[in-house]
Structure formats: structure tokens, C-alpha cells
Nanobody, 127 residues
Framework: VQLVESGGGFVQAGGSLKLSCAIS????????VAWFRQYPGKEREFLGA????????YYADSVEGRFTVSRDNAKNAVDLQMNSLIPEDTAVYSC?????????????????????WGQGTRITVSS
């Protein structure tokens, strides 16, 4: 299974950016895709997740209302739309997949239970 993130780069504060996580090499019909970010020297931070099979989503309180996770069936990808970006959003962003049995839904801190991870993409928000 491969996860490839794209869409990272530089953006000014107040701007928007959309990341995409392309997923390939699997036959799962039920799985969860989550987005995380990580600051240097810090633990990963859960941002939001989507259940591919029904489209349900949930978010961390810190980003709810600014960030949106959605699926692109045609591209077999999960997007992270980020609006009203601030310099504190500067980080490396990664996506991850939890395949059946799904154990991470509703549990933001279960990083070790995700089965596959992308390589990450960096976002820099300038003030």
C-alpha cells in the first residue's frame, strides 16, 4: 500500500492550501484515512479523519472549522483543505491509513495503530 502526499509549499498567513493523499495498492473497502502534522521535536498531532466507506469525518478541536477532510473517489485520494492559515500551521503534514479491523476511529492519539503512512509534505505559512 502506498500513500503519497502532495500540495505542500509556501503560503501567506490568511491564505488557503489543499493537500492530497493518493492511496494505491490495496483492496480494502472499509478503512479510515487520517491527517496529522508534526512540529520539529514534537509528537504527531491528529487533525482529522474520514471513513472512506461512508464519508463520515471528525476533527481535532484545534482545527475544526478551518480544516476539512474529504475524499476524491475518482482519484482514490483524501484531501485536506486548510483555510485561514496562520504561521503556527507551519509543519510537516502526513496522511495515514487504518485498515480493518479499524481501531483508531474516535481516538486521536492512537498513532501506532495506523497501518500505513505517507512520507509527509511540508507547509510553511509566512506572516
Amino acid at each position: 500500500v502506498q500513500l503519497v502526499e502532495s500540495g505542500g509549499g509556501f503560503v501567506q498567513a490568511g491564505g488557503s492550501l489543499k493537500l492530497s493523499c493518493a492511496i494505491s495498492g490495496h483492496t480494502f473497502t472499509h478503512y479510515v484515512v487520517a491527517w496529522f502534522r508534526q512540529y520539529p521535536g514534537k509528537e504527531r498531532e491528529f487533525l482529522g479523519a474520514i471513513a472512506w466507506h461512508n464519508g463520515n469525518t471528525y476533527y481535532a478541536d484545534s482545527v475544526e472549522g478551518r480544516f476539512t477532510v474529504s475524499r476524491d473517489n475518482a482519484k482514490n485520494a483524501v484531501d485536506l483543505q486548510m483555510n485561514s492559515l496562520i504561521p503556527e500551521d507551519t509543519a510537516v503534514y502526513s496522511c495515514a491509513v487504518d485498515k480493518p479491523p479499524i481501531t483508531t476511529w474516535g481516538h486521536e492519539g492512537r498513532f501506532s495503530e495506523y497501518d500505513y503512512w505517507g512520507q509527509g509534505t511540508r507547509i510553511t505559512v509566512s506572516s
